[in-house]
């Protein structure tokens, strides 16, 4: 249960027990008072045409019934004959003589003050008397009255308490946990789950299920700069390592002609073309990791984009002498959304892929479908493949398979791919065996025509 229903509850309670026990008690009050019971019984003595009575003599009764205190209980009699009643004993609409009467009042005067009336009726022939009476232990009824109301407020207080109680503990409990793995956290203990000890949910256990994930985000983003750290100290390092092993050389007068000079002048160009080229990698990924190409969407015709792609991918394969096959089936007004440079670059990417992992005389193809939905195109070769523990992580920053060590990169061009993908919302799937090949497959989402 949440807290706010919890306090709810609590609230309720507070409000409307004490608001039940004296609703209760009036009722109560209101349905055994003998004014009721006059009132109702009088009503119906009005309407007994058994028993006529004047105009006179109706008011007459009525005065003497109104004089009746709620703590009392009465009874009317009109010609031996019970009319009205709240005296348990004595029931209406049963005969009763004055002798019976008397002997009656005799019996249970010694727990009763009795009092009679007799209303002066107009008609002498007709005879009536009330009778009256109080309880003559009435301080015990009210202590019992007394005691009753003891007993409801002490339980009412307990109930409250407990309620209260359960209430402050579980919200207790809840912050503690809290401040303890926000602790942790904040001690880099990244590794440990956030503990979720409630059985229940309520607010403070979503608060504790957002800040595990908050804590699986920083375990990512911790391990995604270690990688990144250690992926650019590695890949910047032997460029740099050359650059400076040659200028020292030079320095140092170990070329003594102008030849030697040329060549080790052509390798610090070329090593510093690479670093260049390595940081306009990281600064493009960073561009796309941030969003920033998000805003350049437009309406692209699939079956144009596909075909120029797959020729100028054709005429790339075979010079270096890979057997490039395509296949687009894709209909002529079929469109989607993209951004044409992002779009271009992912696919080029999976691409210069397959024609790094594949040998002379290998295969490619390019093969795209479509649906009611989507476009579906798939970038297949007949390469080294990609090892098994490998397939989870190729689209991670720096990440560099078993099979891929021995070629030059950065393990960047997956993760851009990857990025792209995210940004455009297509899905990218692989599917790859060691020694066979792989094959990259993209969902495109199509616009509705």
Request: net charge positive; hydrophobic share 40%.
């Amino acid at each position: 249960m949440t807290i706010r229903k919890q306090l709810n509850c609590f609230l309720s309670a507070i409000i409307g027990l004490p608001f039940l026990a004296i609703t209760f008690v009036l009722l109560f009050r209101f349905y055994t008072s003998s004014e009721r019971v006059f009132k109702s019984g009088y009503k119906k003595l009005k309407n007994d045409t058994s028993i006529t009575l004047s105009r006179k003599d109706q008011e007459t009764i009525q005065t003497a019934i109104r004089d009746i205190s709620k703590e009392q209980q009465a009874c009317l009699v009109i010609q031996n004959l019970i009319m009205i009643s709240s005296i348990p004993e004595l029931k209406e609409k049963t005969w009763i003589t004055e002798t019976e009467l008397w002997d009656f009042i005799k019996y249970t005067s010694q727990d009763y003050y009795y009092q009679i009336e007799t209303p002066p009726l107009m008609n002498p022939g007709q005879k009536a008397f009330l009778l009256s009476r109080m309880n003559k232990d009435r301080e015990e009824k009210e202590r019992k009255i007394f005691i009753t109301f003891t007993v409801f407020l002490i339980t009412f207080i307990v109930l409250c308490t407990v309620i209260v109680f359960k209430i402050s503990h579980s919200i207790l409990l809840s912050i503690r946990m809290l401040v303890n793995e926000t602790q942790k956290i904040a001690e880099g203990k990244l590794d440990e789950s956030v503990v979720i000890t409630a059985k229940k949910k309520n607010e403070i256990t979503s608060i504790s299920e957002s800040l595990e994930k908050m804590r699986l985000s920083l375990k990512d983003a911790q391990e995604r700069r270690n990688r990144f750290i250690m992926g650019i100290s590695h890949d910047l390092r032997t460029p740099i390592a050359v650059i400076k092993g040659y200028t020292e050389a030079m320095s140092d007068g170990i070329y003594s002609t102008k030849k030697e000079m040329n060549k080790a002048l052509n390798i610090i160009t070329n090593k510093t073309s690479q670093l260049e080229s390595m940081v306009d990698s990281l600064i493009n990924y960073e561009k796309l990791s941030s969003n920033k190409w998000k805003f350049g969407m437009e309406e692209v015709n699939l079956l144009t984009f596909l075909k120029t792609f797959a020729q100028s991918s054709q005429s790339t394969g075979e010079l270096f002498e890979r057997k490039i096959s395509y296949d687009i089936q894709v209909n002529e007004n079929s469109k989607a959304s993209l951004n044409v440079q992002l779009a271009q670059r992912a696919l080029e990417n999976i691409f210069n892929n397959a024609v790094r992992y594949t040998k002379d005389g290998d295969s490619i193809s390019i093969v795209a479908k479509e649906d009611n939905e989507n476009a579906y195109i798939a970038i297949s070769d007949t390469g080294c493949g990609i090892a098994n523990e490998d397939k989870e992580k190729i689209f991670e920053l720096f990440f560099r398979g078993t099979t891929s060590r021995r070629e030059e990169g950065m393990g960047i061009g997956l993760s851009v791919v990857k990025n792209i993908a995210e940004i455009h919302k297509w899905t990218i799937k692989v599917d790859s065996e060691l020694e066979k090949g792989t094959s990259f497959l993209i969902t495109i989402p199509k616009l509705n025509s």
